[in-house]
């Protein structure tokens, strides 16, 4: 009791962020995953009276909204409810501060006229996302472990049906009644040997249209005419440039690929908090050269987004047939370890980092180009542990649970069939960016993978889809890397949606352990009246 009330009352901080807390407490809820899922169902755990701990992998919480994610992707803002939409409530009020404009007054971001009349903001900076989570994790008194990865194998340890303890790399082990894993990879979800799938299935799988090879979907981010594919221009006897394929499959048909991951760069043309620039030590001149060749062909751009935030910052996002996305470089990443993983996500900061040097110093590039990219850097005051560069990848997709229902495409457009037991909605466009490079029958360099339908109204997403199979675990909740088909998954893939998933799975998390029962067997009666009454919004009208 003294050493608790150590930690409690001399050193307040190590509560909040430990990574020697005690391993043989046993807790109501663990979530695997300081995302902002991750967050969002911790703090959701607490309110309802659960001993909560969260366990990050990395040293970043916060997942992809403190990564660089600022231009929060979301088709219909009064969708969002809950937690999710009190943390752009919160957004809202942190740029009330004056002090929060440095490079930049706020009349000339925000228009006053615009503005008036809403209490929320959805673009905003990394370091404000984090200081929103950061308030949040102090107001709640919440237990975080950073650093601290699950063992990839033997990692679960189960028993009838429940997972009774997990494993780290460290050494040390936690015990808890009810599991919620708020990664983006799914580890915890694939260690308790749960159901799950990787890639594109093909259309008859779910009897899709959008799913599987998308060549005619690939109307976007698409090379012009006349791109040669080979090393040497229009020699196929010279081989193939880097991350080309010779053939392609026939659309429709499913494959293990991943769509194209990146970096949400922020980066910023301040002068006074920009850094130059710099060459990667491994830069790789071939790696560009689809990217000179296609400007020569008479593309002038975009060569990716650059959506606004405050203070002159950025958060770009891919667009354009050569951006962002290090097309057909990430396969290997969902079910890879954590040594090949990192190798990926050094080889795309490398890759992304060369863009944006070539962009504004080579001197194949035209010189137009060179003037407007060389004015942008990395900002000083931002990820400064790292480097001043985001420490989050943009995992677009990785694992996939399989329970006993599946999001499709069908339960997004609502033509056919609408999803029961509604937890929150989705309200994207169902969105897959490109996943390989092809010749084409003209012997040209095509981009394939890319899909954008949308046009359909908010839809409800199911309580079962965050659910495994009663068989399997009856003590894990899944809600981000939930049983939905790729292209529906490509839909509900977004920060704000997340965010109302993971509290949902709290809530059902608490509800199971206040009346003993497995996670599947919580009464949907019992959970829409907790999620409406904190504020969920189950359907649209």
């Given amino acids: ?26 807790y109501d809820i663990i979530v695997y995953g300081g995302t902002s899922a991750g967050i969002v169902a911790a703090v959701q755990a607490t309110r309802m009276g659960k001993t909560v701990l969260v366990i990050e992998p990395s040293s970043h919480i916060g997942g992809l909204t403190t990564g660089g994610l600022g231009a929060t992707d979301i088709g219909n803002k009064q969708v969002i409810g809950g937690i999710s939409r009190s943390f752009y409530e919160e957004i809202y009020q942190k740029y009330q501060d004056p002090k929060n404009w ?13 503005d008036k009349n809403i209490n929320s903001q959805w673009t905003f900076e990394p370091s404000i996302a984090m200081e929103v989570f950061e308030d949040w994790i102090k107001e709640n008194k919440l237990e975080i472990i950073k650093n601290e990865r699950l063992k990839l194998t033997d990692g679960v340890t189960s028993k009838n049906g429940k997972i009774t303890s997990i494993h780290m790399e460290s050494g040390k ?31 008859n799988v779910y009897n899709e249209t959008l799913n599987g090879v998308q060549v005619k979907h690939a109307i976007y981010h698409q090379f012009p005419d006349g791109v040669s594919p080979y090393i040497i221009e229009d020699d196929p006897s010279s081989g193939l440039l880097p991350n080309v394929n010779a053939s392609i499959a026939e659309d429709g048909t499913g494959d293990n690929m991943v769509q194209g991951f990146c ?21 790789n001149e071939s790696e560009y050269e689809l990217l000179f060749r296609a400007i020569e062909a008479g593309y002038n751009g975009p060569f990716f987004i650059m959506s606004m935030m405050p203070n002159h910052k950025t958060d770009a996002n891919n667009k354009g047939p050569f951006s962002t996305d290090y097309i057909g470089k990430n396969f290997d990443y969902p079910d890879g370890t954590y040594a090949e993983r990192e190798k990926i996500i050094n080889d795309h900061e490398v890759y992304q980092k060369g863009l944006l040097w070539t962009l504004s110093y080579h001197p194949r590039i035209p010189q137009k180009i060179r003037d407007k990219f060389s004015q942008w850097g990395l900002p000083k005051d931002e990820y400064d542990e790292n480097g001043n560069w985001t420490p989050q990848l943009y995992i677009r997709e990785a694992r996939r649970m399989v329970s006993d229902f599946v ?13 029961d037991q509604s937890i929150g909605m989705g309200a994207y466009t169902m969105d897959s960016h490109h996943m390989q490079r092809y010749v084409n029958k003209n012997g040209h360099v095509k981009n394939e993978g890319d899909v954008e339908v949308g046009g359909f109204s908010p839809y409800p997403i199911s309580y079962k889809a965050i659910v495994p199979k009663k068989e399997e675990v009856t003590n894990l909740i899944v809600p981000v890397c939930l049983s939905a088909s790729h292209i529906a998954f490509g839909s509900i893939r977004m920060e704000p949606v997340f965010m109302i998933l993971a509290q ?3 809530t059902a998390a608490s509800i199971a352990i206040d009346h003993q029962i497995d996670v599947q067997d919580v009464t949907y009666s019992e959970l829409k009246e907790k999620l409406v009454k904190d504020g969920q919004i189950l359907n649209y009208e």
């Fill in 1 to 26: 009791m003294i050493y608790k009330y150590c930690i409690t009352i001399l050193i307040p901080v190590l509560l909040f962020f430990s990574d020697t807390l005690p391993t043989n407490k046993d």
């Fill in 102 to 114: 440095k490079y930049q007054d706020r009349s000339d971001y925000i228009s006053e006229e615009k």
């Fill in 173 to 203: 082990s936690y015990q808890a009644k009810v599991f919620i894993d708020a990664t983006y990879e799914g580890d915890l979800m694939a260690g308790s040997k749960v159901s799950y799938t990787i890639g594109r299935e093909a259309n």
């Fill in 263 to 283: 970096f949400r760069m922020c980066i910023t043309n301040v002068p006074e908090n920009r850094i130059k620039t710099e060459k990667p030590t491994t830069y």
């Fill in 407 to 419: 999001m499709t495409e069908h339960h997004c457009t609502q033509e056919s069939i609408t999803a």
């Fill in 504 to 506: 949902s799975a709290a």
